[in-house]
């Protein structure tokens, strides 16, 4: 799930509990499994995994073997 995603820490994130759900409005990097994602702002939507990069979305993906 979502709870094996490196979310690189940022100054401002906001965490809804309730809904399983945060935002911000920050850069952002994430890496999993050997990719890489960056982008500012984020939300990631845990009940429904999804996970949005709205702007200046980039992901670098891992050489195939």
């Known amino acids: 799930g979502f709870s ?3 979310l690189r820490p940022v100054q401002a994130l906001t965490v809804f509990t309730e809904e399983d759900q ?3 409005d920050q850069p952002v ?3 999993s499994a ?3 994602m960056t982008g500012t702002g984020l939300f990631i ?3 429904e995994r999804r996970i949005q990069v709205p ?3 980039r992901i670098v993906l891992p050489p195939r073997q």
């Open 4 to 6: 094996k995603l490196g």
């Open 22 to 24: 945060m935002k911000t």
């Open 29 to 31: 990097e994430i890496v």
């Open 34 to 36: 050997g990719s890489t």
């Open 45 to 47: 939507d845990n009940t």
């Open 55 to 57: 702007s200046r979305a």
